[in-house]
């Protein structure tokens, strides 16, 4: 196969609400992503809540193939979640669960991943965060250990859908440390 001149990344972001923070992260650090990766927004909000009854009786839903195709394409992927109730929202979850599946077809497999976590509070959602890597080592996507991303204090770093200044280094460092981290799983023309 000939090495790869642009690698796709895939972004899941943990919200769907309007003016969300961990949104407003996310599209950053896929703007952030240097030359040689194409980062797209992954749509999850419109995927029927996983039934494994679908897939056993073949009524799988047409989104949940075409996602799979999706997430089987890419390179790497990038997860930004904010925390609900010390843990990952559902829309988050559903995601995983769906392309996780059916047995013996986890497209997740392999590719390599990272986590952010947003909150306005304090924690920065780290129960969120950890809780996703658990996931993540059952569907064996290898996740960039370090550094580490909570981001704390959300309404003060993120304003009207913009990332503040003060944050934005430590966001460009995180995106170009994923960026090597995909590299080292994938065979680049460089
Ligand atoms: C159902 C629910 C549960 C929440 N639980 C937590 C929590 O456990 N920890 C936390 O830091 N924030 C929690 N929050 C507050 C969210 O961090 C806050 O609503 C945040 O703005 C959501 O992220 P978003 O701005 O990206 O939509 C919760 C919010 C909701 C709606």
């Not at 919200?15 to 992954?42: H, Q, T, W």
């Not at 995601?95 to 947003?118: E, M, T």
């Not at 658990?134 to 909570?150: F, G, K, R, S």
Request: hydrophobic content about 40%; aromatic content about 8%; overall charge neutral.
């Amino acid at each position: 196969m000939p090495a790869k001149t642009e690698l796709k990344i895939g972004v899941f972001r943990g919200s769907l609400r309007k003016g969300s923070y961990s949104g407003a992260v996310a599209d950053f650090i896929a703007a952030a992503m240097p030359n040689g990766f194409d980062a797209e927004i992954v749509d999850i909000g419109q995927l029927t809540m996983f039934n494994q009854g679908y897939d056993d009786d073949g009524t799988t839903p047409k989104e949940w193939t075409a996602f799979r195709g999706k997430v089987a394409g890419l390179d790497g992927c990038l997860f930004v979640t904010p925390e609900y109730n010390r843990s990952i929202p559902p829309v988050l979850k559903n995601a995983l669960d769906i392309a996780s599946r059916p047995q013996g077809k986890n497209v997740w497999s392999g590719k390599p991943g990272a986590v952010v976590s947003v909150s306005p509070g304090k924690s920065g959602g780290m129960a969120a965060n950890h809780q996703l890597r658990q996931a993540l080592i059952c569907i064996n996507v290898p996740v960039m250990q370090q550094p580490e991303a909570y981001i704390s204090g959300a309404a003060d770093i993120v304003k009207n859908g913009v990332v503040d200044e003060s944050e934005r280094a430590f966001l460009t460092a995180f995106a170009n440390a994923f960026a090597d981290w995909v590299k080292l799983f994938v065979k680049t023309a460089e």
